[in-house]
C-alpha cells in the first residue's frame, strides 16, 4: 500500500542543524535529571522493560509510549529520568530520542521558541483543529519509519489526580503508522506520580524534596484490532475509537496499581462553594 501520510521534511528538520539538535536535548535531559533525580528522588518500576523496547528492538519498528499528564514538566522531565544521558547527546549517531507533540500556543508562540522545541523533536499541534491536521500524519510517519513517539492521549494535562477521557488521536496515529509502513509498532504504558507536588499548577519554579515514581506497563497488544486500520470512512474510525480505548483501559489498569495523584482542583464543600470563597475574610489594616 502507497503511504497515505505526507511530505514531513520542513517539520522535523533541526533548524539549528544536527549539533544544534544534540546541544538542545543534552542540555535539557541534564535539567530535568537534575530536577527529579538530584533535587527530587525518583524511582522507576521496571525500567529494564522499557530500555529493552527503546534501545534493543527490531530495526524498523516503531515505539509508541503513552502515558498520564499531570503537570507542563512531564515531557521532557520524566523522559529525562528514564533514559540514559549519553543516550540524548549521541542522538546524532542513532537518532532515536522520542518526538513529542505540544500544543503551538504553548511551544510556538515566537520563533525562537519555536526553534528550540523543534530542535527538542516536538512537533506543533494545534488544538481544535481535528484529527486531519498534517502533524498528526507526520507523527504517525515517524512511526512507520520505526522512531520512537511519546504521546499524552488526554490531549491536555489534568488536574484532577486522575486521568481524564483519552482522544482518539492516539488510535489515528496508530492506524496511520500502521497503513504507512504495514507493521504493527509496539505500544508501551507508564504512569509517573508526583509530578504535581514538583510543579503544582500556576507555579513557575520546580519544587525540591519529592518523591516521585514512574510505573512501566507491559506492551498493549492491539493486533486483533489493527487489520481494521486498512478500513475506510465510519468503520475507520471505529478502529480508532475502539484501539484508542485498549490504550486507555491499559493505562486505567496501570493507574490502579500505581502510586495515586494528588488533586490540584480548588477544594468544594457541600454547597458549591470552593474553600477559597468559604474562608473567612481577615479584616484589612483600615477595617
Given at each position: 500500500?502507497?503511504?497515505?501520510?505526507?511530505?514531513?521534511?520542513?517539520?522535523?528538520?533541526?533548524?539549528?542543524?544536527?549539533?544544534?539538535?544534540?546541544?538542545t536535548l543534552?542540555?535539557?535531559?541534564?535539567?530535568?535529571?537534575?530536577v527529579l533525580?538530584?533535587?527530587?528522588?525518583?524511582?522507576?518500576?521496571?525500567?529494564?522493560?522499557?530500555?529493552?523496547?527503546?534501545?534493543?528492538?527490531?530495526?524498523?519498528?516503531?515505539?509508541?509510549?503513552?502515558?498520564?499528564?499531570?503537570?507542563?514538566?512531564?515531557?521532557?522531565?520524566?523522559?529525562?529520568?528514564?533514559?540514559?544521558?549519553?543516550?540524548?547527546?549521541?542522538?546524532?549517531?542513532?537518532?532515536?530520542?522520542?518526538?513529542?507533540?505540544?500544543?503551538?500556543?504553548?511551544?510556538?508562540?515566537?520563533?525562537?521558541?519555536?526553534?528550540?522545541?523543534?530542535?527538542?523533536?516536538?512537533?506543533?499541534?494545534?488544538?481544535?483543529?481535528?484529527?486531519?491536521?498534517?502533524?498528526?500524519?507526520?507523527?504517525?510517519?515517524?512511526?512507520?519509519?520505526?522512531?520512537?513517539?511519546?504521546?499524552?492521549?488526554?490531549?491536555?494535562?489534568?488536574?484532577?489526580?486522575?486521568?481524564?477521557?483519552?482522544?482518539?488521536?492516539?488510535?489515528?496515529?496508530?492506524?496511520?503508522?500502521?497503513?504507512?509502513?504495514?507493521?504493527?509498532?509496539?505500544?508501551?504504558?507508564?504512569?509517573?506520580?508526583?509530578?504535581?507536588?514538583?510543579?503544582?499548577?500556576?507555579?513557575?519554579?520546580?519544587?525540591?524534596?519529592?518523591?516521585?515514581?514512574?510505573?512501566?506497563?507491559?506492551?498493549?497488544?492491539?493486533?486483533?484490532?489493527?487489520?481494521?486500520?486498512?478500513?475506510?470512512?465510519?468503520?475507520?474510525?471505529?478502529?480508532?475509537?475502539?484501539?484508542?480505548?485498549?490504550?486507555?483501559?491499559?493505562?486505567?489498569?496501570?493507574?490502579?496499581?500505581?502510586v495515586p495523584?494528588?488533586?490540584?482542583?480548588?477544594?468544594?464543600?457541600?454547597?458549591?462553594?470552593?474553600?477559597?470563597?468559604?474562608?473567612?475574610?481577615?479584616?484589612?489594616?483600615?477595617?
Open positions: 500500500m502507497d503511504s497515505v501520510l505526507e511530505p514531513e521534511e520542513p517539520i522535523i528538520s533541526p533548524p539549528w542543524g544536527e549539533i544544534g539538535r544534540v546541544i543534552a542540555a535539557v535531559s541534564l535539567t530535568g535529571k537534575f533525580n538530584w533535587w527530587n528522588t525518583t524511582e522507576i518500576k521496571n525500567q529494564s522493560t522499557f530500555l529493552q523496547h527503546l534501545q534493543h528492538r527490531q530495526q524498523g519498528l516503531g515505539l509508541i509510549t503513552v502515558s498520564n499528564h499531570t503537570s507542563t514538566i512531564d515531557d521532557p522531565f520524566v523522559i529525562s529520568a528514564m533514559v540514559p544521558w549519553s543516550y540524548f547527546w549521541t542522538e546524532h549517531r542513532h537518532h532515536g530520542v522520542r518526538w513529542a507533540l505540544c500544543a503551538k500556543e504553548i511551544c510556538y508562540i515566537n520563533q525562537f521558541l519555536g526553534q528550540f522545541f523543534q530542535s527538542g523533536k516536538t512537533l506543533a499541534i494545534e488544538r481544535g483543529k481535528g484529527l486531519n491536521q498534517p502533524v498528526m500524519r507526520v507523527a504517525a510517519q515517524r512511526v512507520a519509519h520505526g522512531d520512537w513517539l511519546h504521546v499524552f492521549p488526554e490531549g491536555r494535562v489534568g488536574y484532577a489526580g486522575t486521568m481524564g477521557a483519552f482522544k482518539w488521536g492516539i488510535g489515528k496515529i496508530v492506524c496511520d503508522s500502521i497503513r504507512s509502513g504495514q507493521q504493527l509498532p509496539l505500544i508501551l504504558p507508564f504512569y509517573h506520580s508526583g509530578l504535581a507536588n514538583i510543579l503544582p499548577k500556576g507555579s513557575m519554579a520546580p519544587r525540591p524534596g519529592n518523591e516521585v515514581t514512574i510505573n512501566v506497563g507491559s506492551l498493549i497488544d492491539i493486533s486483533d484490532l489493527a487489520p481494521r486500520c486498512n478500513c475506510e470512512g465510519k468503520e475507520l474510525q471505529q478502529a480508532w475509537k475502539e484501539i484508542t480505548s485498549r490504550i486507555e483501559d491499559a493505562m486505567r489498569h496501570l493507574e490502579s496499581q500505581s495523584n494528588k488533586s490540584q482542583m480548588p477544594r468544594v464543600d457541600k454547597e458549591g462553594e470552593s474553600a477559597a470563597e468559604v474562608a473567612p475574610k481577615l479584616p484589612s489594616k483600615t477595617e
